[in-house]
């Protein structure tokens, strides 16, 4: 059973460093948004209750910002629905992360308009959300940009691996996995605030740099696989 389970190929999608980035860049991008420009981008839960905070204090421009942080969020969640239906090739949720890539890079180019920069990260952050829904830390299914069900999952793996005797392994797999996408998230959140606290809104190019990562790694992955594939059905033939 170990020899399996260490031995399996994963889909480039579901590799552990991949899932170790998407871990950091979701605890940074909320952390940079919030203390950079006001709003939530990702954790639209987080948005929803602060926007009634917001209301009940009359802070119109809080008000403004998490609005158009919820719309734009739905409306690249939705572009990105539509998307995957028109795309035909195997590489495009790397295509479907280029515009998120783009926007995180070119942001501290442009003039500081909150209403603008909030829109455009959400927009684009909500192409990725549903392009890699899904998504696995290895065969663990876990929660992209957010940690709140992943640290539930860690808390429930953690349980079960101390109670039970029989599968201990896989569940300490579990385990580990859910507690590196916490760890991950909780690092990301961190590293965003120092970033911040020195470099202001050009902190945002951290997460420039990790989304790079994640789609050079994620790409190279699937022409590998690609190419096995082909390889495959030659032999085969």
């Given at each position: 059973?170990?020899?399996?389970?260490?031995?399996?190929?994963?889909?480039?999608?579901?590799?552990r460093i991949i899932a170790v980035f998407w871990g950091i860049i979701g605890g940074a991008l909320d952390v940079y948004c919030q203390l950079e420009l006001g709003s939530l981008v990702a954790l639209q839960t987080g948005n929803i209750i602060l926007l009634v905070s917001?209301?009940?204090?009359?802070n119109v421009e809080g008000v403004v910002l998490r609005c158009l942080s919820i719309l734009f969020f739905t409306l690249g969640f939705l572009t990105g629905m539509v998307l995957e239906k028109w795309e035909k090739t195997p590489f495009w949720r790397s295509y479907n992360?280029?515009?998120f890539l783009t926007v995180t890079f070119l942001l501290p180019l442009l003039p500081p308009v909150p209403f603008l920069w909030v829109s455009l990260i959400a927009?684009?952050?909500?192409?990725?959300?549903?392009?890699?829904?899904g998504i696995q830390i290895e065969s663990e299914?876990?929660?992209?940009?957010?940690?709140?069900g992943n640290y539930q999952k860690m808390?429930?793996?953690?349980?079960?691996?101390?109670?039970?005797?029989?599968?201990r392994r896989k569940v300490r797999r579990q385990a580990v996995n859910y507690s590196i996408m916490v760890g991950s998230f909780v690092f990301g959140a961190l590293s965003s605030a120092g970033f911040v606290h020195f470099f202001?809104?050009?902190?945002?190019?951290?997460?420039t740099v990790c989304t790079l990562f994640v789609l050079v790694k994620y790409t190279g992955d699937v022409i590998a696989l690609e190419r096995a594939k082909?390889?495959?059905?030659?032999?085969?033939?």
């Amino acid at each position: 059973e170990r020899t399996h389970m260490y031995n399996v190929i994963f889909l480039p999608q579901h590799r552990r460093i991949i899932a170790v980035f998407w871990g950091i860049i979701g605890g940074a991008l909320d952390v940079y948004c919030q203390l950079e420009l006001g709003s939530l981008v990702a954790l639209q839960t987080g948005n929803i209750i602060l926007l009634v905070s917001d209301i009940q204090y009359q802070n119109v421009e809080g008000v403004v910002l998490r609005c158009l942080s919820i719309l734009f969020f739905t409306l690249g969640f939705l572009t990105g629905m539509v998307l995957e239906k028109w795309e035909k090739t195997p590489f495009w949720r790397s295509y479907n992360t280029c515009p998120f890539l783009t926007v995180t890079f070119l942001l501290p180019l442009l003039p500081p308009v909150p209403f603008l920069w909030v829109s455009l990260i959400a927009y684009t952050a909500g192409i990725v959300m549903i392009s890699f829904r899904g998504i696995q830390i290895e065969s663990e299914p876990y929660s992209l940009f957010m940690t709140s069900g992943n640290y539930q999952k860690m808390l429930i793996s953690w349980y079960r691996c101390l109670r039970n005797g029989h599968n201990r392994r896989k569940v300490r797999r579990q385990a580990v996995n859910y507690s590196i996408m916490v760890g991950s998230f909780v690092f990301g959140a961190l590293s965003s605030a120092g970033f911040v606290h020195f470099f202001g809104s050009k902190a945002i190019w951290f997460i420039t740099v990790c989304t790079l990562f994640v789609l050079v790694k994620y790409t190279g992955d699937v022409i590998a696989l690609e190419r096995a594939k082909e390889g495959f059905k030659r032999r085969n033939r």
